[in-house]
């Protein structure tokens, strides 16, 4: 079993549609969850932080993270073409909490 | 807005040299991180650095390996000798504090091992 389990993706959607990104994990010692979002040959930027459960909000970015099913969501309302990217999620533990596990990454388009 | 910059972008190589690639991390950062993806594969962690020294490795971070930080603002990984499965985008990070995961990455080097 993979550390940490994202969907695969591809996800297409239209302009203006709530996409839901997942991720799953097997860790118990997982503390601090991040979205990032990397476009085609760049490096991984962060867009969401949490620390152990619960739910942020940023703008039109939703992180949730349930650690009793060990269960993370992102939330994009009100999509646009330009969050056409790979989005991955990352977990680290308390220690060396900058030795992050990646998921695999899910490609999302969104149509105009 | 500060920046993790990494030269060069791209790298070619044959198969046994010796590469070294170099990051500048966000001035005011004390940790610093290199990552590496192959091609359709996820990003997977090499090496942490603080306080000059290695805090901890990857299995991947083998003898041919090695990290350094020459002076206040570079920080290098040099692979000593090549090979065809070092051909990856290779990501360098850093962080203002050792917890709470929230990494800075620059854009990455593309190694291409022939």
């Known amino acids: 079993q993979k550390e940490v389990e994202q969907d695969p993706g591809p996800l297409s959607v239209p302009e203006g549609a709530i996409v839901s990104l997942n991720c799953t994990y097997s860790?118990?010692?997982?503390?601090?969850f991040m979205w990032y979002r990397q476009y085609s040959r760049k490096g991984p930027e962060l867009l969401m932080y949490?620390?152990?459960?619960g739910n942020k909000e940023d703008g039109r970015f939703t992180a949730q993270v349930d650690k009793s099913s060990k269960y993370i969501s992102l939330f994009i309302r009100d999509s646009q073409p330009s969050d056409s990217a790979t989005y991955l999620c990352?977990?680290?533990?308390?220690?060396?909490?900058?030795?992050?596990?990646f998921g695999d990454g899910t490609t999302l388009t969104v149509k105009p | 807005e500060p920046e993790v910059t990494q030269t060069p972008s791209h790298q070619v190589t044959q198969m046994g040299q010796e590469v070294i690639l170099r990051c500048v991390p966000i001035?005011?950062?004390?940790?610093f991180y290199w990552y590496r993806q192959i091609l359709g594969q996820k990003v997977e962690f090499l090496v942490s650095?603080?306080?000059?020294?290695?805090?901890?490795k990857s299995e991947i971070f083998d003898d041919q390996f090695s990290v350094e930080r020459p002076d206040g603002s570079n920080f290098t990984l040099k692979i000593r000798s090549t090979k065809l499965e070092d051909s990856a985008m290779y990501f360098c990070?850093?962080?203002?504090?050792?917890?709470?995961?929230?990494?800075?990455f620059g854009s990455g080097t593309q190694l291409s091992v022939l």
């Open positions: 001035s005011n950062h004390l940790y």
């Open positions: 990070a850093s962080s203002e504090r050792g917890t709470g995961g929230k990494l800075f």
């Open positions: 949490t620390y152990s459960s």
């Open positions: 990352a977990m680290s533990g308390d220690t060396n909490a900058g030795k992050s596990t």
């Open positions: 650095f603080y306080n000059n020294e290695i805090s901890e």
């Open positions: 860790n118990s010692a997982f503390q601090y």
